[in-house]
T-cell receptor, first 112, second 117 residues
Framework: SQKIEQNSEALNIQEGKTATLTCNYT??????LQWYRQDPGRGPVFLLL?????KEKRKERLKVTFDTTLKQSLFHITASQPADSATYLC???????????FGTGTRLKVLA | GAVVSQHPSRVICKSGTSVKIECRSL??????MFWYRQFPKKSLMLMAT?????????EQGVEKDKFLINHASLTLSTLTVTSAHPEDSSFYIC?????????????FGNGTRLTVT
């Protein structure tokens, strides 16, 4: 069956360190993968999109990698700040449609 | 940037009544909108895909007659929870996809917290 898993439900790191979040999937062949940030009681906010033929994408302190062989995406936040504390969701496009399936999410807490 | 407005943000209703939630794309047209349900500390569960001018496509296990979706215009989709029960209490979120851009970011509303008493 199709499955998307994010490495851990919660992750605590010290301010200034790099946070690395993992998204693994099975039985999908997505052409696009996206990462979103969600704050409590709010809708997700788009961060980055990466295509299957792209290995890496960067935006300011954020970096996403996409390994279609390993079926894995890594999401990095460098020089993390307490304001980065939120839940981060990966989402996979399915079948060339608008339909994205979301991962279970990782709650990141950056400690001051 | 593209803005999706969802209303109401919170609603409390009595068991057996119906509740309507609106999702509007404010500055772009959306032929397709999505409705999700989210349980506490869980991810978004796709309920249905709302298509302007046609019937919604529901995900497996989602009751069509329970969750009525109408997408009457390119900027408005509504989700009506009919004959609500306490187990329908949840956080409902909509998203919209810009027309003809299936590989573009999804734009989300801020969700509706439904509590059925």
């Amino acid at each position: 069956s199709q499955k998307i898993e994010q490495n851990s439900e919660a992750l605590n790191i010290q301010e200034g360190k790099t946070a690395t979040l993992t998204c693994n999937y099975t039985n999908y062949s997505p052409a696009y993968l996206q990462w979103y940030r969600q704050d409590p009681g709010r809708g997700p906010v788009f961060l980055l999109l990466i295509r299957e033929n792209e290995k890496e994408k960067r935006k300011e302190r954020l970096k996403v990698t996409f390994d279609t062989t390993l079926k894995q995406s890594l999401f990095h936040i460098t020089a993390s700040q307490p304001a980065d504390s939120a839940t981060y969701l990966c989402a996979l496009e399915t079948s060339g449609t608008y339909k994205y399936i979301f991962g279970t999410g990782t709650r990141l807490k950056v400690l001051a | 940037g593209a803005v999706v407005s969802q209303h109401p943000s919170r609603v409390i209703c009595k068991s057996g009544t119906s509740v309507k939630i609106e999702c509007r794309s404010l500055d772009f047209q959306a032929t397709t909108m999505f409705w999700y349900r989210q349980f506490p500390k869980k991810s978004l569960m796709l309920m249905a895909t709302s298509n302007e001018g046609s019937k919604a496509t529901y995900e497996q296990g989602v009751e069509k007659d329970k969750f009525l979706i109408n997408h009457a215009s390119l900027t408005l989709s509504t989700l009506t929870v009919t004959s609500a029960h306490p187990e329908d209490s949840s956080f409902y979120i909509c998203s919209a996809a810009p027309e003809g851009a299936y590989n573009s970011p999804l734009h989300f509303g801020n969700g509706t917290r439904l509590t059925v008493t």
